[in-house]
Structures are given as structure tokens and as C-alpha cells.
């Protein structure tokens, strides 16, 4: 009767950075700083011509207040695409560790294919982060098994590799947090822009409809709103699809070579040990 094991996950060792789990209170600062900008830099008197702000504005900035309040929230909205965009460069420069990951896995992989575990090991406490922790949790699998009479060729193998996948797993939510808000922001932008036009519309019929050229000015307002919030709520979809996508291939490429490092130590094993069963 084959006795059954239980993989215990590893220990998650210390990383530096590991990203702001709460990123509500990103967005709370971030409306805040966006509306003061809105009503207290974009609302200044001087951007208005007489400096009243009902008359036409004297320029951009001016230009862009009238978009009404909507363009608050798609500057929130744009400063928190920022702000998690930087917050992800920091956690994943952490993640990626203090060397290349390219030249990382070639040196640890050649090292577990010669057998020179302490080497490997002691590679990666060197490089540390995200990549190290799996792999180091591999290694110490690796070694467990080799130790281990009790078990089959393939039920070890079977271990190593869970360990992998379960130290991989451990390290993914600290690798993607904050990136599903990015990925929201890329359709609300969209949504909130497509709001805050149909409001710069309505208000440009309502002119229309007391006729007259007295309303010439509320006509154009309402366009100037409407096409305000569509350039603004584009722009900030647009940065935020770049920054999502940039940040999902660099997680990517770390979870490729994870996979390529895992495979290579179960291989290895599988090797070394052709005379078992």
C-alpha cells in the first residue's frame, strides 16, 4: 500500500515591495486631488473671459472645466490608472528579482541539470523575489523526495512538481494585485465618457429647443461638454489598455520562465534516477 503524502506549501519568504493590498484609498486621494484640480485650477477665474465663469472660456483650461463635473471623474479615474501603474512597476521589479531573469534562469538551470543544488539554492537567495521563491520551493521539494525510500519514481516527480504549482500559486496574487482595477478602468473610462456626452448633449438640444440666437452660447457649451468628456474618457481607456497590457506580459514572461525552471527540475530528477521505479 503506497503511502499517501501531503505537500506542505512553502513558507513565503520576504520580497521588499508586495504592492498596496487596499487601492481604494488610492482612489479616495485621487478623486480628491482630481476635483480640487477640477474646480480650483481648470475653475479659476483667470481661464474665463472677464473672469466670469459663465462666460466663454479663454482657454484650454478653460475649455475643459466646461466639460461640467463628469471630467473630475474621468481625471479620478485617469490619476488611479497612474498611480497603480507605478504602484505595479515597484511590486514587480521587486518580484522579478535583483537580476535578469533571463540570465537567472539559464545559470539555475544549469546548475539543477549538473546537480549542484547548494549552488542553485544559493543562486537564488542571491536573486530573490517572486522567480526565487518558487524555484527555491522546487529545490527543497526536490531534496525532500530524494531522501524519501517510501515513495515511487513517479510519485515523486508528481511532488516536485506540486511544490512548483503551489508555490507558484502563492506568489501569483501578489503578481497580479491591482491589475483587475486597471482592467475596470479600461471600460468605465469608456462608459463615464460616453455619460458625460450624452449630459453635453442634452444640454446643447435644450438650447436648441428655446431657439434663438441668445442661446448660442448655451449650444455651445453643451458640444464643448460633450466632446470634452469623449476625449478625456478615450485618452484615459487608452492609457489604462496600455498599462494593463504592458503589466500582463510582464507577469507572462515571469510565468513562463517559472514553468521552464519547474519542468527542468523535474526532468532533472527523472534523469538522475533512471534506475528507480
Sequence with gaps: MATSTKAVAPAKKKQGFGGIKNAI???????IIAYCFYFFVLGSP???????????????????????????????????????????????????????????TAQVKGLIK????????ALCDKMRGSVANVVSASINAYKDVEANNTMKKAQKIAKI?????????????TLQ?????????????TLTALFG?????????????????????ALSAGISEALVNTASGIA???????????YTNKIDKLTYALDEVGYTIAATYDVNHTDEI
Excluded at 512538481?161 to 496574487?173: D, S, Y
Excluded at 484615459?236 to 504592458?246: I, K
Aim: hydrophobic share 50%; charged share 10%; glycine share 10%.
Design 197 to 217: 456626452t450624452v449630459l453635453g448633449m442634452i444640454r446643447s438640444f435644450q438650447a436648441l429647443s428655446s431657439g434663438g440666437g441668445a442661446d448660442s452660447m
Design 114 to 121: 549538473a546537480g549542484k543544488f547548494t549552488e542553485a539554492q
Design 46 to 104: 483667470d481661464n474665463f473671459v472677464g473672469g466670469d465663469l459663465n462666460a466663454h472660456p479663454a482657454n484650454l483650461a478653460g475649455t475643459v472645466y466646461k466639460g461640467g463635473p463628469v471630467v473630475g471623474l474621468i481625471f479620478t479615474l485617469f490619476l488611479t490608472v497612474v498611480c497603480l501603474g507605478v504602484e505595479r512597476y515597484f511590486a514587480l521589479k521587486s518580484a522579478f528579482g535583483t537580476m535578469n531573469l533571463s540570465k537567472f
Design 177 to 189: 494585485m491591482n491589475l483587475p482595477i486597471v482592467a475596470t478602468i479600461v471600460t468605465l473610462g
Design 236 to 246: 484615459t481607456s487608452w492609457v489604462a489598455v496600455v498599462v494593463y497590457n504592458f
Design 161 to 173: 512538481q506540486q511544490a512548483h504549482e503551489e508555490a507558484t500559486q502563492l506568489e501569483m496574487p
Design 25 to 31: 484609498w488610492i482612489m479616495v486621494i485621487c478623486c
